[in-house]
């Protein structure tokens, strides 16, 4: 009995985040998970957990790369403070991101072209910082953004 | 106990002038009685823990960083801790190491069994045990590395209790080492001497309404076998190596119930008693060091994690803020009032009541060792009225982290993102009051069991008590100007 | 009347054969205890089971010269009069129990027995039975002034010139 809570408990875990979650979506979402942290200011699609948050060197999120039609979710965390999402483009937000929420925003990448996504509240010194860019690859004749 | 040349003062229980009233819970629910003497009752209850406990571990190290938004957190700090100090200790005694799961693996280790018990021939009991079975340091056995160890955890409060990574570690490591700990030493050596929970929980069940004891003395002046401590093919020996037939305070006796199950002659029950009112006597100078070492910590966590001295909060905040002067000064002018500025105050009350009493039958010693039991108490309550505004104010946590537990986004009981909201914040100072009132009575009123025994004269009684009972007001007093301004 | 006190010195004498018998296995038990922490403990505890053995030993002897064989054993003996017993219900734990408390402890059995042989002798008006009294009396006076004796042993400084009285 304890060894199966101590295999099933992570194994629990490991298919929630990894087969049951995605699952939540329509086939084909792209679901992308996008953390921001204030040290730094840094968007990153690293996991910032327990272990590695005092010693963290997330890799900065500059642009993720979307095809053209594809439903698009992200998965906005905050792994300190109180931020704020936004993709002025497409007049998502802004949504308040409280420290350690999920907050989830959909949208179809209907064009091919570029769209920033930024905080859009100060939130620390580096708060300049926080912004990045979902860049749609599609029909390069076709109207962007 | 002592003889004429050791020099610390024995261990003597206080006798009462009269006795406190006793319920024989077994007696009373017989369901009780076969639940505990069932083999499987212990695993049973520890079980639940072990999965909520490796949960936890779980979510400190691969959960959210955020402390209000972590189980480990929210679930430790708030509510286990709360329920520990409000409930469990002052109406179960130790209950909580009946279902710890610290000790889990190594009593697994140790016992080669989770449930059943091996009958044999091991180093003084009636069982087999397996591991080195090493005697435990005669000079470390006290609870001084408990003291230094909680003091050590205090000293980073600020971390421990925000930071689900720090949790986990300190838990992860307490874990291996009772583990380890368990196949070098005998029986639940970290339990009785390195566990920093264990520390308080062994002064505060002091308190407690319920005992386990035997029934009568008599039957186990005349056992032969001492099945309670050596155990038998009925039930382990005693982890906590605490002999039934003369056991008169709960501080060691960790109710896992293996002598209610052992005992050949059925002579050992739980019983129902007053508050603070049976066990008295403090035994050593360890045992009074952790009632001020305790006291002194209701203190500095109230100034610092309730407090609105924001630079307190940044000199104990050390991983954000980088302050490591500021750090170093809370850190040592926190172990500094524990071990020695309210100790002092406290030997100068003592040394001023001999005096204003004119004891000079009574030595020094033996009034510091007697009359420390008035911090019991005092303390114990100073902590329930510490933890009342952490369950009262954050408590609304506990609905939206049960859904979140590891604040990966999951909504499991549709309750994720339930806002805080806390309970009745204007009404916590009108329920701290009446606690710390509460601790200033039962520490006065044991002050004065205690001085009975000692002095039969009531002028002497009371001039005696006086100058402690003086240090015992301020000490509430202080306590009162913190919490309501 | 003469016909019931032969039963009554017997019934004593059985009772005094089995507390020391028990007292053998309560002092094993206590022996057991303290293996692995206090060797010289152990030793003591175990010295003193064997003590008691003897004395059992002994009474068995008496009993044979005054009543015959010995009966098979009946129900255990519920007086505590010469008990032995820890007294500090946390000595493991403190690590805390020395030879001396030891002694001690084997000691305050040993006086109890003798105690309350004595006042049984001032109880009893019948003559046999007060000569039997008196004669368990003595029997645990002597096991009382060697306990004294060894204690004194321990407790005295190892250079002492002091002899023992």
């Known amino acids: 009995m304890v060894l199966l809570m101590l295999i099933g408990l992570p194994?629990?875990?490991?298919?929630w985040r990894h087969l049951s979650l995605p699952h939540r979506y329509p086939p084909a979402t792209k679901l992308i998970t996008l953390t921001a942290t204030a040290d730094g200011?840094?968007?990153t699609q690293d996991p910032i957990v327990g272990y590695n948050y005092w010693w963290r060197r997330p890799n900065r999120t500059e642009q993720v790369i979307l095809n053209q039609g594809e439903h698009v979710v992200v998965r906005v965390r905050s792994a300190d403070l109180l931020h704020s999402f936004a993709i002025p483009i497409l007049r998502i937000g802004p949504l308040d991101v409280p420290a350690g929420h999920t907050l989830e925003v959909e949208f179809d990448a209907k064009r091919p072209g570029v769209l920033t996504f930024l905080c859009w509240q100060v939130c620390s010194p580096e708060h300049g910082r926080l912004h990045g860019r979902f860049v749609v690859k599609g029909d390069a004749t076709e109207e962007g953004w | 106990m002592a003889t004429a040349n050791q020099t610390i003062p024995s261990f003597v229980p206080v006798e009462t002038l009269a006795k406190p009233w006793r319920k024989d819970v077994f007696a009373c629910w017989p369901w009780l009685k076969r639940l505990v003497k069932m083999r499987s009752f212990q695993f049973l209850v520890i079980l639940p823990n072990l999965f909520l406990f490796y949960l936890f571990l779980i979510a400190g190290v691969f959960g959210t960083p955020v402390?209000?938004?972590?189980?480990?957190?929210?679930?430790?700090?708030i509510l286990w801790w709360f329920v520990l100090i409000a409930a469990m200790v002052?109406?179960?005694?130790?209950?909580?190491?009946?279902m710890c799961p610290l000790p889990f693996f190594g009593d697994w280790l140790q016992r080669g069994a989770v449930i059943g018990v091996r009958p044999g021939k091991s180093a003084g009991t009636e069982n087999t045990f397996f591991g080195a079975w090493r005697r435990w340091p005669k000079q470390l056995s006290n609870i001084w590395l408990q003291n230094f160890g909680f003091l050590f955890l205090a000293t980073f409060s600020a971390l421990l209790v925000t930071r689900p990574i720090v949790s986990a570690l300190v838990f992860g490591v307490l874990i291996l080492l009772a583990a380890g700990l368990a196949v070098v030493f005998r029986l639940r050596t970290f339990c009785n001497y390195v566990c920093p929970i264990s520390g308080f929980l062994s002064l505060y069940s002091m308190t407690s309404t319920v005992e386990l004891r035997s029934t009568d003395k008599?039957?186990?002046l005349k056992c032969k076998y001492k099945s309670c401590i050596r155990g038998s093919d009925k039930g382990w020996a005693c982890p906590w190596n605490v002999y039934m037939g003369k056991l008169d305070r709960n501080n060691y006796c960790g109710l896992c119930f293996e002598c209610v199950k052992s005992c050949p002659h059925d002579n050992i029950s739980l019983f129902l008693r007053p508050f603070a009112t049976s066990d008295v006597g403090l035994r050593g100078y360890d045992e009074v060091w952790k009632a001020s070492i305790m006291l002194v910590l209701a203190f500095t966590y109230s100034v610092v994690l309730l407090g609105p001295w924001g630079r307190l909060k940044d000199w104990a905040n050390v991983s954000e803020v980088h302050n490591w002067r500021g750090f170093g000064l809370f850190a040592a002018g926190q172990a500094l009032l524990a071990l020695v500025v309210f100790p002092g105050l406290y030997y100068l009350s003592v040394r001023l009541a001999k005096w204003y009493a004119r004891a000079d039958s009574i030595s020094t010693k033996e009034l510091f060792l007697k009359y420390a039991y008035m911090l019991v108490p005092m303390g114990l309550l100073?902590?329930?009225a510490f933890s009342v505004p952490l369950i009262m104010v954050n408590g609304s946590y506990i609905i939206s982290v049960a859904s979140d537990p590891l604040g990966w986004g999951m909504n499991l009981f549709h309750s994720s993102e339930f806002a805080w909201a806390p309970l009745y914040p204007a009404s916590v100072p009108f329920i701290q009051v009446p606690i710390?009132?509460?601790?200033l009575y039962y520490g006065l009123r044991g002050l004065h069991k205690v001085g009975s025994g000692l002095f039969p004269d009531p002028q002497q009684l009371y001039r005696s008590m006086t100058p402690p009972?003086?240090?015992l007001l301020g000490t509430t007093l202080v306590f009162m100007k913190l919490f309501i301004g | 009347m003469n016909g019931t006190v032969p039963n009554a010195a017997r019934a004593t004498l059985l009772r005094a054969i089995q507390i020391e018998a028990r007292n053998g296995i309560v002092y094993d038990s206590l022996a057991s205890l303290f293996q692995g922490y206090d060797d010289s403990v152990t030793d003591i505890f175990l010295e003193m089971a064997a003590e008691e053995r003897q004395h059992g030993a002994e009474l068995e002897q008496r009993y044979g010269e005054r009543f015959g064989a010995l009966p098979s054993p009946a129900a255990e003996p519920t007086e505590v009069i010469e008990a032995p017993d820890l007294e500090d219900p946390e000595a493991l734990i403190f690590d805390s129990m020395t030879i001396e408390q030891a002694l001690e402890a084997g000691l305050r059995a040993e006086e109890a027995a003798r105690e309350f042989y004595i006042r049984e002798v001032e109880r009893t008006s019948d003559p046999e039975l007060q000569k039997l009294y008196r004669e368990l009396g003595e029997f645990e006076e002597n096991h009382v002034r060697r306990l004294q004796e060894k204690l004194f042993e321990k407790r005295r400084p190892k250079d002492s010139t002091l002899r023992s009285s």
Do not use: E, K, M
Request: aromatic share 18%; charged share 5%.
């Open chain 1, 11 to 15: 194994a629990s875990l490991w298919c």
């Open chain 1, 41 to 43: 200011g840094i968007w």
């Open chain 2, 67 to 77: 402390g209000n938004r972590n189980i480990i957190i929210v679930f430790v700090w």
């Open chain 2, 90 to 98: 002052p109406f179960g005694s130790r209950l909580w190491c009946t």
């Open chain 2, 218 to 220: 008599d039957v186990c």
């Open chain 2, 382 to 384: 100073a902590w329930i």
């Open chain 2, 436 to 439: 710390l009132l509460a601790g």
């Open chain 2, 469 to 471: 009972a003086v240090l």
